[in-house]
């Protein structure tokens, strides 16, 4: 089964559009073996020998790959027995745990969210980048990919890409702050710009959803805490088109998605 394609974003004024695919194309002409085991993150080039020399590369007809330098095509190739996953590009959604964070190191007494993935995955070129953060103190939906283009295209505050979190706090919010978040004109402390319209939703005094159209510090806490309503709890539930409770995946659990379903194009 073909890869899903790799979208190409583009911006336009008073547009958000998400308007066409690129699809990428593996390079039916092959590259260096040592540099496609490097790309996809099993070694780096001068460990390729090693690994050649052990037998572990084969193309599917049983054809062992001993030379380095040797023109190898990765839909033939076999690592270990596996095909390689994803060659033309990753694209995957995760449950984010509680405890985790969004980087390759570890900070702020949290496990990275890369431990949760292929280990290979941590070492590709170009690297696997999480689409936007969420702290170690907030669960959900984190989507990760490969390609720079569709994370910059989801990620850009110009794409208006909404994002739903749920929450809880530890004081009551009051109703003003509804049209507040709405107005356009809330400012966050230490800002120069005020913030996107927000979608403020209150289940109870103390429960709730915001809806956010862009990805900044810890926005969601401060906006709240801004209003005498520090956070308690924090969920990312959906991503654009993506629902986590659609998803079905358990905590610390991931799966691949296709990049089409960001696929829009709104009036602004």
């Not at 583009?10 to 695919?21: A, D, G, N, R, V």
Request: net charge positive.
């Amino acid at each position: 089964m073909d890869d899903p394609p790799s979208p190409t974003f583009y911006h336009k004024k008073k547009q958000t559009s998400i308007l066409f695919f690129k699809k990428k194309v593996i390079n039916s002409e092959g590259m260096r073996v040592d540099a496609l085991l490097a790309r996809y993150g099993y070694c780096t080039r001068r460990g390729a020998p090693a690994l050649l020399r052990d037998g572990r590369v084969r193309k599917r007809d049983g054809t062992s790959v001993t030379v380095p330098g040797q023109q190898v095509n990765v839909a033939e190739v076999l690592i270990d027995g596996v095909e390689v996953p994803f060659p033309q590009g990753i694209c995957v959604a995760l449950h984010k745990p509680l405890g985790y964070v969004c980087s390759h190191a570890e900070e702020e007494g949290g496990k990275p969210v890369f431990k949760l993935l292929p280990a290979e995955w941590a070492r590709r070129n170009p690297c696997v980048q999480c689409v936007g953060r969420l702290d170690k103190n907030t669960t959900g939906l984190l989507l990760l990919s490969d390609d720079g283009n569709f994370v910059h295209g989801l990620t850009s505050p110009r794409r208006h890409v909404k994002k739903v979190y749920s929450f809880e706090t530890s004081e009551p919010i009051s109703e003003d702050a509804v049209a507040l978040f709405a107005s356009g004109k809330f400012m966050l402390k230490g800002e120069k710009t005020p913030c996107l319209p927000a979608k403020l939703e209150r289940t109870d005094s103390t429960h709730g959803k915001i809806t956010l159209e862009e990805g900044r510090y810890h926005q969601v806490r401060r906006m709240l805490a801004a209003v005498g309503a520090p956070v308690t709890k924090l969920h990312r539930e959906s991503f654009g088109p993506l629902r986590l409770s659609a998803l079905k995946l358990a905590p610390g659990k991931w799966c691949s998605i296709d990049p089409s379903a960001f696929c829009h194009h709104e009036e602004k």
